[in-house]
């Protein structure tokens, strides 16, 4: 690892013909995204402890400040716990939509170094910078570049990684990071880059767990045997390694130490299925109330579908229950459909198969299976609502194009008034709790009011 | 479970053999040496399969009340039989009232009966339309993303009076006659009355019988009739659906179209990738874009008058329409990406292929 290298040729090959031109993968990774957002927003915030996440009994941490970090807070802890361990800490409910835009900001600056990015999330992303490095430089370089234009721009820090894999990017932007000694929060490098040579004496004094594909179990039976480093792995006989966690995982953990990860960066990676799902402040038991739970769910998905100009073909319904059991049911669809009324129906089909009188914690649905990206649809000739309609049994005039044409108005009348302009009737109810905006409460119900107006906003 | 069985049955030298599943029932006569007059139900596809399988010569069929017997040669089977009573009651076939020349009728089915619906939920629209036009007769199908019409060059009084929805199903197999593209051949010029003077359109007889009820109707082609349910509805007003002009006219070769559609179409693998044409002065370019698999493209040259353009379509329904065109020259006529256009032969619009383009966001 060399911080302050000279701006050479790491990257080019070095020993002429024979030798393959390594790849050059940067890692980007903001600093804590989501709160470092709220501090840019808010200035008064700046140097305080800010917790983005779940604000209800149930919620737990998105993102934190350095600053809360030092009194223990981590994310994906429990909201409470978090609470307890920084009662001064400024607890936000988070701005879903606010973060994706700042997220649009970045990725229009990342675009701009290379066509090859791979988000991940809305505050990550892979690039790979091997052909910008023929032309512009090294990838050092190009990550203190990059860095220095996130910050001026968007006026928030992040933490760069390089390296001739995703392995190795990634951890080089973990070692780039701020870190929390005591109650001190030290500035990280910002920018870590791993030149090919290096590689070793980077991994081998990082914990195994480090390691992409090493996960807690795989980690208690390396443990085992005495691995605690990559070193440790690496030292080890293959045979033994592939004992332990099978001939699979043993070939791809000893490559791993080594630093070797040909996973590419796959541009522009497309999302395989739009969600949304919603824990309850209390287990719900009515499956009148699920099912007006699950229409808000589906009203939100199916706009996120359409948004994205996606059509799905299969719809998944997920149940999770007080004792935390959990059940999906999905079935696929002929035609891929994109409104509420044809997927919904499915949705609550697939609800009535769950027993739900156990108590349901978590509600979900699910679509995938999606069909053409530049949504294309068949018109079709106006025959008019004449004969040809009426000797038709049962579908007219419940037709999908004439619900197409509803959700078509839907979205532009929230485009122009905003989401709660427009609910359907089901939600218009006094505890309907209106449209389920983007990203909301994802982190765990926000207050702890019933769980019907948890979201406040009626319609 | 009759409906599984062919009725076979012998009046002097005529065989006829029918089979129905009571919306559709083709019937065929053919002569032969009778011996007695007799009729039996057999098990259809065992019968022809057994028939089929013999080798050449003479075959005897003889039946009692529960088994047909078929000999050839030294081939001998028994066949069980079905009860007679079970099998629908046969009509006494209609004698033809008109007669429309088959070559004609033939390619009108043809070009037509594509554009009709195969979903049973719209009834209707599964049927062809064959209703008058001026002094024509047109046939008319829809499944209400395209519609097809094709005028008969010929004028009938008999069935330019009527209206009549003939379900697409059985001009299928009016088309699939056996021999009937010799009855085509044999075709000659048809007086603008057709047969009306009531003569059977037996074989040998030019053009194809018609006679029809408020019901049903029987095609006649040579030996077989055809009879079939009619559908009862009205029609969706189409007329109004063809705009009067169209601002933007390209002009292309069939073939060089067909074969680029062809072409670009391989890249399509589901039914929701249209395939876009750009029409402009001296060409239009065809696209295909498909998620995850890849992109096509090609340029046709092509006449065009109007205003650049790009319309996306479903390409199998377009190839549908091109292949249609009767000529050498195609023209499709367009006024924007979310109307209907036409496809028709340059030199005449007889046939005319009207199109909902898909609307690509």
Request: charged share 25%.
């Amino acid at each position: 690892m060399v911080e302050a290298s000279p701006p050479a040729v790491g990257e080019r090959p070095r020993e002429g013909a024979g030798r393959r031109r390594a790849r050059v993968v940067l890692h980007v990774d903001m600093d804590a995204f989501f709160a470092s957002v709220e501090v840019l927003d808010d200035p008064r915030l700046l140097g305080r402890p800010v917790v983005v996440g779940g604000t209800g009994p149930r919620g737990v941490v998105a993102a934190c400040t350095y600053e809360a970090r030092v009194f223990g807070v981590r994310s994906a802890m429990p909201m409470a716990e978090a609470r307890r361990r920084c009662p001064e800490a400024v607890v936000l409910p988070g701005r879903y939509t606010r973060y994706a835009e700042v997220s649009g900001a970045l990725h229009l600056r990342l675009g701009q170094v290379t066509p090859l990015v791979e988000g991940i999330g809305l505050d990550e992303a892979f690039l790979d910078v091997s052909g910008a490095c023929r032309d512009t430089g090294d990838g050092r370089s190009l990550a203190e570049a990059l860095r220095a234009r996130i910050a001026d721009d968007l006026g928030l820090a992040c933490s760069v990684g390089v390296g001739r894999s995703k392995l190795v990017a990634k951890l080089a932007s973990v070692a780039a990071k701020p870190t929390v000694q005591g109650a001190m929060v030290l500035p990280g490098p910002g920018v870590v880059a791993v030149e090919p040579e290096e590689e070793a004496g980077f991994l081998r004094p990082l914990p195994v767990r480090a390691l992409w594909g090493v996960g807690p179990a795989t980690g208690r039976r390396l443990e085992r045997l005495g691995v605690r480093t990559v070193a440790d792995l690496a030292d080890l006989p293959q045979g033994t390694l592939e004992r332990a966690v099978g001939p699979t995982a043993g070939r791809l953990l000893a490559g791993l130490a080594r630093g070797e990860d040909q996973r590419p960066v796959v541009a522009d990676r497309r999302a395989k299925s739009v969600g949304q799902e919603e824990t309850f402040a209390r287990d719900l038991v009515d499956p009148t109330v699920l099912h007006r739970r699950l229409v808000r769910l589906v009203d939100a998905a199916t706009r996120s579908l359409r948004r994205a100009g996606y059509a799905a073909r299969t719809v998944t319904v997920k149940v999770r229950f007080g004792d935390f059991t959990q059940v999906t049911r999905s079935r696929t669809l002929a035609e891929p459909a994109d409104t509420p009324h044809v997927l919904g129906t499915v949705a609550a089909e697939l609800l009535d198969e769950v027993a739900t009188r156990r108590g349901v914690r978590l509600l979900g649905v699910s679509l995938s299976g999606f069909a053409g990206a530049d949504r294309a649809r068949q018109l079709r000739l106006s025959l008019g609502t004449g004969a040809a309609e009426r000797v038709t049994v049962g579908t007219p005039p419940n037709a999908p194009e004439a619900w197409s044409a509803v959700a078509a108005a839907v979205d532009d009348i929230r485009t122009r008034f905003g989401d709660a302009a427009v609910v359907p009737a089901t939600l218009a109810g006094s505890d309907g709790g209106g449209a389920r905006r983007r990203g909301e409460a994802q982190w765990g119900p926000s207050g702890d009011g019933g769980a019907g107006r948890a979201e406040g906003r009626g319609a | 479970m009759a409906l599984g069985g062919i009725h076979v049955s012998v009046v002097g030298n005529a065989l006829t053999a029918t089979g129905t599943d009571r919306d559709l029932t083709i019937a065929a006569d053919t002569e032969v040496v009778g011996i007695n007059d007799g009729a039996v139900v057999a098990p259809a596809r065992l019968l022809v399969d057994v028939v089929r399988s013999l080798e050449p010569g003479a075959v005897t069929i003889e039946s009692d009340d529960d088994l047909v017997e078929v000999t050839a040669s030294r081939s001998h089977f028994n066949l069980r039989t079905f009860p007679l009573d079970e099998f629908p009651p046969l009509d006494e076939p209609s004698r033809p009232s008109t007669s429309l020349p088959a070559h004609a009728l033939l390619d009108a089915i043809r070009q037509v009966v594509r554009a009709a619906s195969t979903d049973d939920a719209r009834p209707l629209l599964t049927g062809v339309l064959i209703t008058s036009e001026g002094e024509g007769i047109r046939l008319v199908a829809t499944d209400s993303y395209r519609l097809a019409f094709c005028d008969l060059p010929t004028s009938n009084p008999v069935l330019g009076a009527a209206h009549l929805l003939v379900p697409a199903r059985a001009l299928a197999e009016l088309q699939r006659v056996p021999g009937i593209s010799q009855l085509v051949e044999r075709d000659e010029p048809v007086t603008p009355e057709g047969d009306v003077d009531g003569s059977p359109a037996r074989e040998g007889t030019s053009g194809i019988g018609v006679s029809f009820g408020d019901h049903d109707l029987t095609f006649t082609a040579g030996p077989v009739r055809i009879t079939t349910r009619l559908l009862d509805g009205t029609y969706p007003e189409y007329n109004q659906l063809i705009p009067p002009t169209y601002p933007n006219r390209l002009h292309v070769g069939k073939d060089s179209l067909l074969d680029a559609l062809r072409r670009v179409r391989l890249l399509v693998r589901d039914n929701t990738t249209p395939v876009r044409l750009s029409m402009r002065q001296g060409g239009v370019d065809l696209t295909v874009v498909s998620q995850e698999i890849g992109d096509a493209s090609e340029t046709v040259d092509a006449d065009f008058d109007g205003s650049d353009l790009t319309v996306a379509f479903n390409p199998a329904y377009l190839i549908d329409g091109v292949e249609a065109v009767p000529g050498d020259e195609v023209v499709v006529l367009t006024t924007d990406a979310s109307k209907p256009a036409t496809v028709r032969a340059a030199e005449e619009a007889r046939f005319q292929y009207l199109l909902m383009p898909v609307r690509v966001s």
